[in-house]
């Protein structure tokens, strides 16, 4: 593990193939999601599905044995050792090892049937647990981390929990049960020899399978993170589809697209240059024990100690656990993969979250509104703080204005009274609560928030004006779109409400994305409301008219302002000027003027630039 901005994150290092003895770490815990507490059905269907199971291999065990009777019923050789396999005949023998090889199958089907539900309802519970986790994790780990990236851990995470379940239960323990079943059969029916040749064929095969699966491991994890940092930068320069244009990069972002494709390439031949190699290993082990087996048997004939059904049977046997151990190495290659998908999503999961809830934490109860922040210091990095010991002052009903030049700390005031981050020293209060003894989710529901870039979801408008409250109805939504003053503009368009915004809203100019998401807002009916640069980033015309909407919106509310642009806030009941992390003046617009100090100056700079930019 490392640290980075006091917190503990997740090393690249630290994922190395499977990591040494992390794989039971692992399978511990995804048993849990086998054998589910509380759940009386999953656990009866994982009963049955191994009942079907065991079923089906001791068919597939005796099925061998009706064919070597059968031909040496048809050769007359030998003499069959069961009554009623001898009353059967060749062609109700033949038409027995036919019925068996069916139930055989068919067992195992209705295995896969009961066991599905089982696998899948792992799997959904799995990627809730992650997803939900995901949402947990705070501000600070989001920024520092990719979204591809996580996206990528979570599918390969939960789609390898799926499959472990399924192939430790349903391949390599009923594998290993044939294994010594047939094992059993050839030292009860011949002797000693076709035992140690069976079992040095199997053992020989297993340590080069795994062997050759362990170094091939490492070069899967290589691929993997080529196929990461590929899928990372499409979606990445996708995202940034205008910046690309606005720079005419698009040759720039092939070029580095196809950088980290070509060592995606380069990792992928060797993937499969080592799993030819593995292949033609196994096919050689493999054969050589059939053969010697083969032999044995054939000498057994020629001295009359054997039928001829014994040297089919023989034959059969050996061909029968071929399949399986060829198919061991692909399923053991799948689960070292799988266990590498898994033990980073693990990671992912056991990433604590920053900001959590107290122990028996009350629901914030708003009274009024009234928010302080009292002696507050925090930062980023402890090495550097950006607030140190300020005290904000904002009465219920009131609106405050926060400004100052960049690196102030006002937009850190804004994460820290929605509770993304805990403050380091003093308290942030509402009502006279600190926010650190209440619940998350009260005081996410008691603050409104409009960004200096609202994105809205990839779905319709009226969709992302119903985000502001579950359950709203349309009338609702339609009175919160008439006080954002967007109401006509959507039914200009031939949807309506049910016009797809885009990606981001793309689809949406900077005006309209910001009265979407203040209509939001404004059904989300917050007491408190913070207006973090919401118009910084418009033009005059269409900030003169938000402001209008926002100025609305503000009524009856405490109301926080994050300001750039100073001829937004001169109406605001306060304004507090930061610089450097402290408060250097407070009072109102015309106060402030008097007073000649640095809201004085930052004032008469704005008034300058916007005249030279009129002129």
Known sequence: MRRGGGRTTISDEMV??????????TIRRAA??????????????????????FAAKLVAVATPLFYKTAVDTLTGEGEVSSAWMLGMGAIGLTVAY???????VGFQQFRDSVFAKVAQRALRALALETFQHIHALSLRYHITRKTGTLSRIMERGVKGVEF????????????FLELFMVAAIFFWLFDVWYL???????????????????????IRKQMNDQDQEAHQKAIDSLLNFETVKYFNADRREAERYDASMAGYETAA?????????????QSFIITAGLVAVMILAAIGVQNGQLTVGDFVMVNAYMVQITMPLNFLGSVYREIRQALVDMAEMFDLLEQPAEVTDKPGAAPLKVTGGHVRLDAVEFGYDPARPILHGITVDVPAGETVALVGPSGSGKSTIGRLLFRFYDVSGGAVTIDGQDLRDVTQDSVHAAIGVVPQDTVLFNDTIRYNIAYGRAGAS????????????IHDFIMSLPEGYETAVGERGLKLSGGEKQRVGIARTLLKNPPILLLDEATSALDTETERDIQVSLKAMGQGRTVITIAHRLSTIVDADRIVVLENGVVTEEGTHDALLDRGGKYAAMWVRQAA???????
Do not use: C, D
């Open 164 to 175: 472990l379940l399924r192939f430790l239960l349903f391949n390599i323990g009923p594998l």
């Open 32 to 53: 849990p999601y086998l054998w589910p507490k509380g759940q009386t059905e999953i656990k009866v269907r994982v009963v049955v599905a191994m009942l079907f199971l």
């Open 474 to 485: 349309f009338a609702e939504i339609e009175a919160a779109a008439k006080a954002a003053k």
């Open 98 to 104: 036919g019925v068996a090889r069916f139930l055989s």
């Open 609 to 615: 630039e916007e005249e030279e930019a009129a002129a």
């Open 16 to 25: 190395s193939g499977a990591r040494k003895g992390q794989g039971m770490r």
């Open 196 to 218: 140690a040749v069976v079992v040095a064929t199997i053992a020989l095969y297993v340590w080069f399978t795994f062997t050759v699966t362990e170094w091939r491991v490492k």
């Open 269 to 281: 031949v060797k993937t499969s240059q080592s799993l030819a190699f593995l292949n033609a290993g």
